[in-house]
């Protein structure tokens, strides 16, 4: 009797594994789109003079953090795809 009780812990931890895992994968999904909107105000820091810029950082350390982090979005968030849990949801 404890291998089912086994067995259910385990099938209960292994789908909060997967919601947890795919709500990261959407929420780096959806940054990765709208971040490129950020690339605008640190590209205008990087082609105004000093003295019109507000931004307290380095233009070019901004940028490469931004870069960095755009790209760890992509990278976590490229498997998301948008609805497919309600397609699954909706087959079983």
Do not use: N
Request: one cysteine or more; charged letters at 15%.
């Amino acid at each position: 009797m404890s291998t089912s009780v086994e067995s259910t812990d385990r099938s209960v931890g292994k789908r909060l594994q997967e919601t947890a895992v795919a709500g990261v994968r959407a929420i780096a999904f959806w940054i990765a789109v709208v971040l490129p909107v950020a690339y605008l105000p640190v590209l205008s820091t990087l082609l105004l003079p000093r003295s019109l810029t507000v931004v307290p950082l380095d233009p070019f350390l901004a940028l490469v953090a931004l870069l960095g982090i755009h790209g760890s979005c992509v990278l976590l968030g490229h498997e998301h795809a948008p609805g497919y849990e309600r397609r699954v949801s909706s087959v079983r």
